[in-house]
């Protein structure tokens, strides 16, 4: 009689909805956009030399008062419960603004060899005030589709195709939250590429705190994740398989593959002992509950984003 219970309100169907481990798609977008826009690989040949004289320089975060950065969130959905409420939009902001500023409290959980590493970005994250028109909005806009779920095809970013054209890129940080298939929690666009489909898409069941949020995907970090692509971050194992990967930040240790779940300190692979894999790093593929930081060369290479090609962004 319980299982018959559960299968009538609905609590399998959600269940089977939220991925058991991360997935991101912003590779894929990202190889498939460098052979649609050739000018692409030479913006991002362009923004590593800014990268390298922001490493240069010795100074990771911008000094001053944080850089504000205005966010459209564009929730696009099918059925009633993928419309989801102001309140769980609110909560992932919050999530936002503290993991950039390395104020959640759970960034006293990384390990002691690299607690001098955690650095606060000094980004915050506000919902948009004026659309672009000029006119006074919540920062949040509502699309019904007639689709059930969209992929990492870009297809949500369009109304055309089901979901909902982006505002403009150089003034806004473009968020779309809807369905998302084939186990994916969200990707982004690296900076440099084409504007109409700049900016993140998020898995529903995967933003915020709240609302239909779902553990391990319940911290908001998969927002956390895909902005630091957004902002030029690469996977911290570097996206192969055999020690030869990069992320083009040295103060993460290179490793294998992605780890996922909760692991345990420390976990050695491509000869990194004894401290072994940084996977408590936002860009690691482990669970909400187990991401905390982001390293200094992380927020180095994030400010040098902000000083060269989305400089016209945020205050």
């Not at 390395?102 to 606060?120: C, E, F, I, Q």
């Not at 915050?124 to 920062?139: C, E, H, I, R, V």
């Not at 902005?227 to 040295?250: K, M, P, Q, S, Y």
Request: proline content about 6%; some cysteine.
């Amino acid at each position: 009689m319980k299982a018959k219970a559960k299968r009538k309100n609905g609590g399998a169907k959600r269940a089977k909805s939220v991925p058991r481990r991360r997935q991101c798609g912003t590779m894929a977008v990202h190889h498939r956009l460098l052979e649609q826009y050739p000018s692409f690989r030479q913006n991002l040949l362009d923004m590593e030399r800014l990268v390298a004289r922001r490493m240069a320089s010795g100074i990771a975060a911008r000094t001053g008062g944080p850089t504000t950065i205005p966010v459209v969130v564009h929730v696009v959905f099918n059925t009633a419960s993928e419309n989801i409420s102001d309140a769980q939009i609110k909560s992932q902001i919050a999530v936002l603004n503290k993991d950039y500023r390395a104020k959640n409290p759970d960034r006293s959980h990384t390990p002691a060899v690299w607690g001098g590493l955690v650095t606060d970005a000094n980004i915050q994250f506000a919902l948009a005030s004026k659309d672009p028109n000029g006119n006074p909005t919540t920062g949040i806009t509502r699309t019904h589709t007639n689709r059930a779920s969209f992929g990492d095809d870009n297809s949500v970013k369009s109304s055309t195709t089901g979901g909902v054209n982006s505002w403009p890129s150089n003034k806004y940080l473009n968020i779309w939250v809807c369905t998302l298939g084939g186990g994916l929690l969200g990707y982004a666009q690296f900076p440099g590429g084409p504007p109409k489909t700049d900016g993140v898409v998020i898995l529903n069941t995967a933003f915020g705190r709240n609302g239909t949020a779902s553990a391990p995907f319940n911290r908001g970090r998969t927002a956390t994740h895909e902005i630091g692509h957004w902002l030029n971050l690469h996977h911290i194992w570097g996206d192969t398989a055999h020690c030869e990967g990069t992320d083009f930040v040295d103060d993460t240790p290179n490793q294998q593959m992605p780890n996922f779940g909760k692991p345990h300190f420390p976990h050695i692979t491509c000869g990194n002992g004894p401290n072994g894999d940084m996977f408590m790093n936002y860009m690691d593929y482990v669970d909400d509950a187990a991401m905390f930081m982001f390293a200094t060369g992380q927020v180095a290479r994030m400010t040098a984003t902000l000083d060269g090609p989305r400089s016209t962004i945020g205050a």
